[in-house]
């Protein structure tokens, strides 16, 4: 018996935290792995572990996890070999895609792509060939007013400033939860840690929340916030800002500020107020504590983007780090200098180029909103959606309306899935084509090093060895393109494994050949527990991507946007919202197959503030139904004084308990689908991105 320490990043939470996992080869067991903990000689998370990285080796042994392709014939799933399956693919999709064009071909991308290099890498080398306006993505249900509002004000969607966690006197948070995500557009691992560092040195964590959240519980102040409202508060803290003489210059160039300070005049903190619950002194006295502090950073997340005015949030979160001196400074919000920069080897992109065909939404970076996605299958007409890929995604769980989406996939004339498991969206497919692990796999960070509260790189070595039969997922999409290209006769460019890409990338970029890092993988190899680059530093001035390279603080679409937000009404005293809820040991919906990841009580119960509970006749535990315009629930309510009056919390990723899913542990304990709830009309106008915060609801008993 043989014991073998490996090092590599976690995968499955933007915290990338360093690991070391134990293997033990036997001749009877063959390699098995027998520990995995923190490494504490990681140069960027210091040991720092949470139980999502316990269960990869649940994930590794799964039974349900699929490893070979399997097709759908009736009800019942056969095995298939790869040529026969690529082969399938490619006359369906080529012969859909002649009979009705490129567009009845559409595409749906999981967030699971941005944990995988061989996803970022090569889906593209067979997507990119159908020539498709219908692409969709998990960006549209998360964070896509973030790299809209990067992408209008600094000329690049990933030119996204973070939080200088580490050096800040004074951090503001909305809609994040940091301790529960582990960071989100922010890599941050042992961030608890970190917060407590802020308050060592005689900062203050400020959390603004519709919940008393595990991040709100250990803050200097967390302020209620009614759902919808953050930028009805957001515009009140600016507004005084710019009233009582609080602003700083800049040292960038900068656009707009005066159309700014005209246009948001009428939305002082007393006018915000009603919309947002907060107090007008209360917002005003946050605005001077801003200011005042030594240096400070304004961090919005999900929570602010999933609402019907997230573009705004952000925008104004961009414009009080602006304001105040703050943006591109040490202490203040920064962007990374990463080895691999997507934002130097990309162009600015582009928006709004063209629209969906149904409801006419704005396309972002080639991508729809997928609040359209269902609209799309279910029209008819020229232009309908009639096959789809699925990568890495469940859409029925983590998209508005789910019930409708399940609807417009049993109509599909044909469905194939690059996915590991037969869960709630994939037992529509007719195809699966499953990849090795994520232990299988070599991975490089390309996408959350981008995000890092410090500039890092390693490379991650597969830890266990491709099984027999087994491809990567970008062999998958390699052999997906051959075999379209040769039905259809489109030329295929040569390409190169991922390693060998991000080699290039990594000599060609600041840390590479002319650099003293000279970054190669191979020089990553000497390095398992990864190598640290740096703190972040002032760099956004000469990165900006803009016309002119000036910092656009007033852009036309967002002030045009503000006609919308000034007809916003305060809420009835009476409406009850839903908003969502994050917890460390649930990122997406198959993290609910391991048991190390849901054992213990529950975790999916609706939370209700009591005096909500008491005014419905309600009590603690009961059954409820839970009612929106496109759907109703049935689960167990749990009275929390966590919880703002007016607002219930449930968790997305659950409702397991659909027929033909094959997840053992999932299904035996399914919980409720938030997204049975949410309303696909329920959107943020401007960037389409879904509003899954703030769904009016009603509760009663079952």
């Given at each position: 018996?043989?014991?073998?320490?490996?090092?590599?990043?976690?995968?499955?939470?933007?915290?990338?935290?360093?690991?070391?996992?134990?293997?033990?080869?036997?001749?009877?067991?063959?390699?098995?792995?027998?520990?995995?903990?923190?490494?504490?000689?990681?140069?960027?998370?210091r040991g720092h572990i949470c139980p999502k990285a316990v269960a990869l080796q649940d994930i590794q042994n799964d039974p349900d996890r699929l490893r070979q392709p399997m097709q759908r014939v009736g009800n019942e799933w056969q095995a298939i070999g790869w040529d026969e399956a690529f082969a399938l693919v490619a006359e369906r999709l080529a012969t859909i895609q002649e009979r009705h064009g490129q567009n009845a071909v559409a595409v749906y991308q999981g967030n699971p792509s941005v944990h995988n290099y061989g996803l970022m890498t090569h889906s593209n080398y067979f997507l990119g060939l159908l020539k498709s306006r219908n692409r969709f993505s998990a960006t549209s249900v998360d964070q896509l007013p973030h790299h809209l509002t990067s992408h209008l004000m600094y000329g690049h969607g990933l030119l996204l400033p973070i939080p200088d966690i580490d050096h800040t006197d004074f951090m503001l948070i909305l809609g994040g939860n940091p301790l529960a995500s582990n960071g989100s557009i922010m890599t941050v691992p042992d961030v608890e840690k970190r917060l407590k560092a802020i308050q060592a040195r005689g900062g203050k964590v400020v959390v603004v929340d519709p919940r008393r959240s595990e991040t709100a519980a250990m803050a200097d102040q967390h302020i209620f916030v009614r759902p919808g409202g953050d930028a009805a508060l957001l515009f009140g803290v600016l507004n005084t800002l710019f009233s009582e003489?609080?602003?700083?210059?800049?040292?960038?160039?900068?656009?707009?500020?005066?159309?700014?300070?005209?246009?948001?005049?009428?939305?002082?903190?007393?006018?915000?107020?009603?919309?947002?619950?907060?107090?007008?002194?209360?917002?005003?006295?946050?605005?001077?504590?801003?200011?005042?502090?030594?240096?400070?950073?304004?961090?919005?997340?999900?929570?602010?983007?999933?609402?019907?005015?997230?573009?705004?949030?952000?925008?104004?979160?961009?414009?009080?780090?602006?304001?105040?001196?703050?943006?591109?400074?040490?202490?203040?919000?920064?962007?990374?200098?990463?080895?691999?920069?997507?934002?130097?080897?990309?162009?600015?992109?582009?928006?709004?180029?063209?629209?969906?065909?149904?409801?006419?939404?704005?396309?972002?970076?080639?991508?729809?909103?997928?609040?359209?996605?269902?609209?799309?299958?279910?029209?008819?007409?020229?232009?309908?959606?009639?096959?789809?890929?699925?990568?890495?995604?469940?859409?029925?769980?983590?998209?508005?309306?789910?019930?409708?989406?399940?609807?417009?996939?049993?109509?599909?004339?044909?469905?194939?899935?690059i996915d590991l498991y037969i869960n709630e969206t994939t037992r529509y497919a007719d195809l699966i084509l499953p990849s090795t692990s994520a232990l299988e796999n070599d991975h490089y960070d390309t996408t959350f090093n981008m995000f890092a509260v410090r500039n890092v790189s390693r490379f991650n070595r597969a830890i266990l060895p491709k099984p027999a039969g087994a491809l990567h997922d970008w062999e998958i999409f390699v052999g997906l393109a051959k075999a379209f290209a040769a039905r259809t006769g489109k030329e295929l460019k040569p390409t190169l494994p991922p390693a060998q890409m991000i080699d290039f990338a990594l000599r060609a970029g600041r840390y590479g050949d002319a650099s003293q890092y000279k970054l190669s993988v191979t020089r990553l190899f000497d390095h398992p527990h990864g190598v640290d680059l740096g703190p972040l530093k002032a760099n956004l001035g000469p990165r900006l991507k803009t016309a002119n390279q000036h910092v656009q603080a007033a852009p036309a679409a967002i002030l045009a946007d503000l006609q919308r937000f000034a007809a916003l009404q305060a809420p009835a005293a009476d409406e009850l919202v839903m908003i969502g809820r994050r917890h460390v040991r649930s990122n997406n919906s198959w993290m609910h197959n391991y048991h190390r990841l849901v054992k213990g009580k529950p975790r999916h119960q609706l939370l209700m503030h009591p005096d909500d509970l008491a005014q419905r006749g309600l009590s603690d535990g009961q059954r409820v139904r839970v009612s929106s315009r496109v759907g109703e629930i049935e689960v167990e309510v749990l009275g929390s004084l966590e919880m703002m009056r007016g607002v219930v919390s449930l968790p997305h990723g659950w409702g397991h308990a659909r027929p033909g899913v094959q997840m053992g542990i999932a299904t035996a304990q399914p919980g409720a689908s938030a997204n049975d709830l949410t309303d696909e009309r329920q959107l943020d106008e401007l960037s389409g991105n879904a509003a899954l915060n703030g769904v009016p609801v009603t509760v009663a008993a079952a």
């Open positions: 018996m043989t014991k073998t320490l490996n090092h590599r990043a976690c995968h499955l939470c933007e915290a990338i935290c360093g690991l070391t996992i134990e293997t033990t080869a036997s001749d009877s067991a063959g390699l098995q792995i027998t520990s995995i903990k923190g490494d504490p000689l990681d140069s960027f998370s003489g609080l602003s700083r210059d800049s040292h960038l160039p900068v656009d707009g500020l005066d159309q700014v300070r005209q246009a948001i005049a009428p939305f002082n903190a007393e006018a915000m107020s009603p919309l947002c619950a907060v107090p007008a002194e209360q917002i005003r006295q946050l605005a001077r504590d801003f200011a005042a502090a030594p240096t400070a950073v304004c961090y919005g997340r999900m929570g602010v983007s999933t609402q019907a005015f997230g573009t705004l949030c952000h925008w104004l979160v961009q414009l009080i780090n602006l304001v105040t001196g703050n943006l591109d400074r040490v202490g203040g919000a920064l962007c990374t200098e990463p080895a691999v920069d997507l934002v130097a080897s990309t162009s600015g992109g582009h928006f709004n180029l063209w629209q969906s065909r149904v409801s006419g939404r704005p396309e972002y970076a080639g991508e729809l909103p997928v609040s359209a996605l269902a609209e799309e299958m279910l029209t008819g007409g020229e232009g309908q959606i009639r096959a789809l890929i699925t990568v890495a995604g469940n859409p029925v769980l983590s998209t508005p309306n789910g019930r409708q989406l399940e609807q417009a996939l049993d109509g599909l004339e044909f469905m194939v899935s």
